[in-house]
């Protein structure tokens, strides 16, 4: 018998409200669709709309030190009424939670009075970086949070130095930055043996130098792009043009959000990469990133490039392989940034393992053996 059926309700599926049912069994969802087993408990919810609980990854509740305002208990409580099953809480308190004594304090204040899965961040100062290697070994702990803009007190961390400290302590550090504060992290990285994640666009030719030479002495992992769909698709534009190189014309078409400011993106330049590479082709000699006017008839080994620029997009990437009577399409569509992240965490564990060199998402996650 289930523990509980939510009957009748809209859920999100696939793009579009369906009304389904969904089962609950040992805390979590066992089954939706349409139910027919019993249930212990049965809510019939005609009307409304199922949603999965929220993550609200800051929060900010005021306890200790302005707890007239709200608390832990109040906070959690707002939140779950809001669909918010699960909150990381931020170290700005009163005395900040910026050393373990203020944070086992903060668990005890927690415990038995929130409404919610909860998690709590370590504020960094230039003070206590001794402590932030201990964190990991900490149950309740989300992550740091290095206030390097604007805070209160000793959380903001905005000199060069201090920040230099924070890094120092960490295992790796992934990087989704500009240029030039990456190759600022690659220094420091270096310098203090730190792994290093790289989803960073845009850099120079010399950078990339710069990426390479410093692989030789740590660790690092430099990608366009961390989502695992993507790299299968890497992997297959290097079998398709392996098979259509000699018939087929080959264009790359990305589209992105209006704030992207790099064109052709990062991993758009990489697709061309495996087409240059699988066709033995030179990238920079056939590469066409723009056409205006009269531009002539298109020669076959060209490797043509098409950049959209408009609205949230996040980032849709198609090679197209056009043939006489017939086009072949490959594409991968990102609807969420959850992608990017998930790949970055799989990179950081990857070098866990590694003591220096320079790898890619294809050899992180098995696709490419070299």
């Known amino acids: 018998?289930?523990?509980?059926?939510?009957?009748?309700?809209?859920?999100?599926?696939?793009?579009?409200?369906?009304?389904?049912?969904?089962?609950i069994q040992d805390g979590k969802i066992y089954k939706i669709g349409q139910i027919s087993e019993e249930a212990k408990e049965t809510i019939n919810a005609e009307g409304q709309t199922v949603l999965p609980g929220c993550i609200d990854?800051?929060?900010?509740?005021?306890?200790?030190?302005?707890?007239?305002?709200?608390?832990?208990?109040?906070?959690?409580?707002?939140?779950?009424?809001?669909?918010?099953?699960?909150?990381?809480?931020?170290?700005n308190t009163n005395p900040p939670t910026s050393n373990l004594v203020e944070f086992d304090k903060k668990l005890q204040l927690a415990k038995n009075r929130m409404h919610s899965n909860y998690a709590f961040y370590f504020g960094a100062t230039p003070?206590?970086?001794?402590?932030?290697s201990k964190l990991k070994d900490v149950e309740g702990c989300c992550g740091v949070k290095l206030f390097a803009g604007s805070s209160t007190g000793k959380l903001l961390v905005d000199k060069e130095a201090d920040i230099e400290k924070v890094i120092s302590s960490a295992d790796v550090l992934i990087d989704f930055t500009?240029?030039?504060?990456?190759?600022g992290y690659l220094k420091l990285c270096e310098a203090h043996h730190v792994k290093y994640v790289i989803g960073t666009t845009g850099f120079s030719d010399q950078e990339k130098k710069m990426i390479l030479d410093t692989s030789k002495n740590i660790p690092i992992v430099f990608a366009p792009n961390m989502s695992v769909g993507v790299n299968l698709l890497i992997s297959l534009v290097e079998k398709a043009t392996q098979l259509l190189k000699d018939d087929f014309d080959i264009e790359i078409i990305e589209a992105h959000h209006r704030h992207k400011i790099d064109?052709?993106?990062?991993?758009a330049l990489r697709l061309g990469e495996a087409v240059a590479k699988a066709s033995g082709r030179d990238l920079k000699k056939e590469a066409q990133y723009e056409r205006f006017g009269?531009?002539?008839?298109?020669?076959?080994?060209?490797?043509?490039?098409?950049?959209?620029?408009?609205?949230?997009?996040?980032?849709?990437?198609?090679?197209?392989?056009?043939?006489?009577?017939?086009?072949?399409?490959?594409?991968?569509?990102?609807?969420?940034?959850a992608t990017f992240a998930k790949g970055a965490l799989k990179a950081a564990k990857f070098l866990s393992h590694q003591k220096s060199g320079l790898f890619d998402m294809q050899k992180v996650l098995g696709l490419s053996d070299n």
């Open 1 to 23: 018998m289930l523990d509980l059926i939510i009957k009748n309700g809209q859920c999100y599926i696939d793009g579009e409200l369906k009304e389904a049912d969904v089962a």
């Open 127 to 132: 003070d206590n970086i001794e402590q932030l």
């Open 57 to 91: 990854t800051q929060t900010h509740f005021r306890e200790p030190g302005s707890t007239d305002v709200e608390d832990l208990e109040s906070g959690s409580r707002a939140a779950v009424l809001g669909g918010v099953t699960s909150l990381f809480e931020m170290p």
């Open 263 to 267: 064109a052709p993106s990062g991993t």
């Open 294 to 337: 009269n531009t002539g008839e298109r020669k076959q080994t060209t490797i043509g490039f098409s950049t959209i620029r408009g609205g949230d997009i996040v980032g849709d990437h198609t090679v197209l392989y056009a043939g006489t009577g017939e086009r072949v399409e490959l594409t991968h569509k990102a609807s969420s940034r």
């Open 178 to 183: 500009r240029p030039e504060a990456s190759m």
